[in-house]
């Protein structure tokens, strides 16, 4: 109904390795000797690194997750059934797990709003994001609802030269930011338009997104900017 689900990680054990991953590459990086707790030093790492060093360290943990052969099964576990309820058993998936930072007042970290299946990728993948710490606010992101969604999607054309500003500017006072805890997972619709915004908050967010479609389903349009299986996804 609403073109996204929020619900609780269905494979706890996975989450953990995956943040104990994620946690092990940032001590390395910033050269962390003492003990902290894990959630401390999400929602706190623009404490101990500098926001001009923020993304050679995402890049950092994008490497290091991805060179696990074992991690699209395990991220594809957080999610299973909820996944499978909508696009089915049989499935391909984004080849890489895509990591983002957003620290405090940090303008380089904004994701202006834009829609997946937009960007050549399939209308009939979900995405699935999943936050390292609890989100909330303008440390989450914000989604518009579906039926605004689709209707601007539909006058895409109108757009062309003013730019996607101006449906942002005409109904931002209409998106939601969404409420997810630490051990939840959210579901969405390549459909829906989403994006951040300046993080305002005093606690940095770490999340985790990727996406899943049926094998079989459509993949992008016949573009060359279409992203198909064999470079952007592949079978799970």
Not at 30 to 36: A, D, G
Not at 83 to 103: F, H, M, P, R, Y
Request: glycine share 4%; charged share 30%.
């Amino acid at each position: 109904k609403k073109g996204y689900i929020i619900s609780k990680i269905e494979n706890k054990k996975n989450f953990e390795i995956i943040e104990k991953l994620v946690a092990k590459t940032i001590k390395s990086h910033i050269k962390l000797k003492k003990k902290v707790k894990n959630i401390h030093l999400f929602n706190n790492l623009h404490k101990y690194i500098e926001k001009q060093n923020v993304n050679n360290l995402r890049v950092k943990i994008y490497n290091e997750l991805n060179k696990n052969s074992k991690l699209l099964d395990m991220y594809y576990s957080l999610a299973k059934k909820g996944i499978e309820n909508i696009v089915g058993s049989e499935l391909a998936v984004q080849t890489k797990v895509n990591i983002s930072i957003q620290t405090p007042n940090d303008e380089t970290s904004k994701l202006e709003m834009h829609a997946d299946s937009l960007s050549g990728e399939s209308k009939f993948q979900v995405v699935l994001w999943v936050p390292l710490v609890n989100v909330f606010g303008n440390k989450s992101m914000y989604i518009f609802d579906k039926k605004l969604s689709i209707n601007e999607i539909n006058k895409m054309e109108k757009y062309k030269y003013s730019g996607m500003n101006l449906i942002y500017n005409r109904n931002k006072n209409k998106k939601k930011f969404l409420k997810i805890k630490k051990g939840e997972y959210l579901i969405f619709s390549p459909n829906l338009l989403h994006g951040n915004i300046t993080n305002t908050t005093n606690e940095t967010r770490i999340s985790m997104n990727s996406r899943f479609k049926n094998l079989f389903s459509n993949y992008a349009e016949k573009t060359k900017f279409g992203k198909r299986i064999g470079y952007f996804y592949k079978p799970l």
